[in-house]
């Protein structure tokens, strides 16, 4: 686990420039940095001659030596790769290797993926990883790169093409430096996509010149031509078979570390069904990590306590600090553009409390998303009686989340107005605070790729609803939440429910096992027998922070100036009265408002924190 960056370009890069990227990557990766820095040729470059660049920050969990570090090289230093994840279950591939004559220096799984490349090609290394990554492959012997972000979208990868020139990063920070000033333009659409959705989707970001890399797509660059081709290379497949040993196989693959290893556990399905497979695998020696907040309806810390005490496992609760004034500034860069994911605070101050114990931690993402947990879904599907039927209904400015709520779910297609199920700003309150413009779009979510022909438009239902989530909100929202939480600590976190083997599993079963009521009743086979037999019919409560109360206390001095700032720094998309307007409402009895504004407060801070390095040199 790491944080990666790099450029390869046309003309000579100054140094500060690799410096100030790799330097936006230090907290992902705190135990070593290195540069490689070549010239037009690909030899080693002098200061002034830098046209390539391949740029590491290592948080070392498997094979911590020096030997180990990357950027790595291939013997005959033609190949050089660039990697943040982990990829796991790879040891008979690395047997075929060795018989085939490769020699292995490290028993890293950097080296693993360098030496099946370059024994297999791009197809063949893809076609055999096993858990998540996202890397940059130098091949210098055919003049390529190759960048490749993993099947569910665990790890990130950003790129910019410029003028023939490419960066990437694990980061928008870490790319925006090569970026040069007069393009670093923040876009006007993806500050509309993020107050429509709380994250700007793949593969958009903040920034007109910068993009994001979708789940399961690879990009290949040509240094001669100076093309960029992307191009999606997996499509998930069923396979038949029982999926239990699947998911026994995909929990303890993942138990593989040379750094110390917990357990992130709440009190729902998917982390107490980690927790369960681990404890029947005798892996007992785990601890559980609880976040725990005092006195809140929303608290499953004692759930959670005793759920592992069921299953013989330690469990260490940490208490949610009340006030979170001095650390708001931290997170939202660490959440590196704007992102409004609520139960993001909890996660990173849970992730900074475990980091001080552990290096790696299994979390139970992904369950929902796979087996149809959320009750948005069964809300949405009431309405699909109106399949295609749209009405060219006009969407008005209003301030109240509910004014015109069904003239804008009629004037939406029935595909995009499941985004209304979980948003951020309504499309007409998005009006408001826009000064009553017209929207460019009214949902950013990207369509999916095709999973099955139950998703194809023709036919509205559960698994259409399921792909939007695999495209959208799991990759871009979940998983992003979760890396750059874990990951601003250096904490790796593990996710066995997106392992690929398994998912193909589950898809494979009935409609009848996979989708039920309650949800995931499907895993009652696998969990613990010691845990309560009414397990599955516990209410379902998120992971929620007391938001009220920071908006009130910790909050509260950030609403002075709001508008005139958010009107500065979007370069007027937002009406300063509009947005104090909004913002006012709230705070003299519009409780519902909550979310949406603190969606405003993260973007005023993201922008001021982006605004401050677009205008920088490095």
């Known amino acids: 686990m790491c944080g990666i960056a790099g450029f390869f370009s046309r003309t000579p890069v100054a140094a500060a420039t690799a410096d100030a990227m790799l330097l936006e990557l230090a907290r992902r990766g705190p135990d070593a940095a290195h540069q490689l820095r070549l010239d037009q040729h690909g030899q080693s470059a002098a200061d002034d001659a830098i046209h390539n660049a391949l740029l590491h920050a290592r948080l070392s969990i498997i094979d911590p ?107 928008v920070r870490a790319v925006l430096p090569f970026v040069p000033l007069a393009a670093r333009q923040f876009s006007p659409a993806a500050i509309d996509a993020y107050l429509a959705h709380r994250y700007i989707p793949a593969p958009a970001t903040v920034f007109e010149n910068i993009q994001r890399l979708e789940n399961g797509y690879c990009l290949e660059f040509d240094l001669t031509s100076r093309q960029l081709k992307k191009r999606r290379y997996w499509q998930p497949k069923a396979e038949t078979g029982d999926w239990l040993p699947e998911l026994d196989h995909a929990v303890a693959m993942r138990t593989v570390a040379d750094r110390p290893l917990g357990v992130l556990l709440s009190g729902g399905i998917d982390s107490t069904l980690i927790a369960s497979r681990l404890a029947g695998q005798g892996y007992q020696q785990f601890s559980t990590f609880t976040a725990a907040f005092p006195g809140s309806t929303l608290d499953e810390s004692v759930d959670a306590a005793d759920s592992a005490q069921r299953m013989g496992l330690q469990n260490i609760r940490i208490t949610m600090p009340d006030n979170l004034a001095a650390d708001f500034s931290r997170i939202v860069a660490d959440l590196d553009q704007p992102f409004a994911d609520p139960s993001s605070f909890p996660t990173w101050y849970l992730a900074r409390e475990v980091s001080k114990q552990v290096k790696v931690v299994l979390v139970g993402d992904g369950g929902d998303e796979l087996l149809a947990g959320y009750k948005r879904m069964n809300k949405h599907l009431r309405t699909r009686w109106r399949r295609h039927i749209r009405l060219p209904l006009g969407i008005r400015p209003a301030l109240s989340g509910k004014q015109g709520k069904l003239a804008t779910e009629l004037a939406m297609d029935w595909q995009a107005a499941y985004s209304l199920r979980f948003s951020g700003l309504t499309p007409g309150q998005r009006r408001f605070l826009q000064g009553g413009r017209a929207l460019p779009q009214l949902c950013y979510w990207r369509k999916p790729d095709d999973i099955g022909p139950e998703a194809s438009d023709a036919v509205p239902g559960l698994q259409s609803l399921l792909a939007i989530d695999f495209a959208n909100y799991l990759p871009d929202y979940i998983l992003q939440k979760s890396d750059l939480c874990t990951m601003a600590h250096g904490l790796e976190g593990r996710a066995p429910l997106l392992d690929h083997g398994l998912y193909q599993h589950l898809l494979a079963t009935s409609d009848a096992e996979r989708y039920t009521q309650p949800a995931k009743l499907i895993f009652r086979r696998a969990m613990h027998p010691a845990l309560p037999a009414d397990f599955f019919q516990r209410k379902k409560r998120g992971f929620n922070p007391p938001l009220a109360g920071w908006l009130q206390t910790s909050l509260a001095e950030r609403f002075a100036g709001l508008g005139q700032r958010l009107k500065r720094l979007t370069d007027g998309q937002l009406d300063a009265q509009a947005v104090d307007t909004f913002s006012q409402a709230y705070r003299q009895g519009e409780a519902a408002l909550a979310e949406q504004v603190l969606q405003l407060l993260i973007l005023d801070e993201s922008l001021q924190q982006l605004d401050a390095l677009r205008r920088a040199l490095p």
């Open 65 to 171: 030596r020096p030997e180990a570090d990357q950027p790595m090289r291939n013997d005959d230093g033609q190949l050089w790769i660039c990697y943040n994840g982990e990829v796991y279950d790879w040891e008979n591939d690395k047997r075929e290797l060795e018989q085939a004559g490769a020699v292995f220096r490290t028993h890293s799984d950097t080296e693993f993926i360098l030496r099946a490349y370059e024994a297999w090609g791009i197809d063949g290394l893809l076609s055999r990883l096993r858990g998540m990554f996202a890397f940059a492959i130098l091949d210098l012997r055919q003049g390529k790169v190759h960048l490749a972000r993993d099947r569910m979208g665990e790890k990130p990868l950003l790129y910019a093409l410029l003028d023939g020139n490419l960066a990437f990063g694990s980061l």
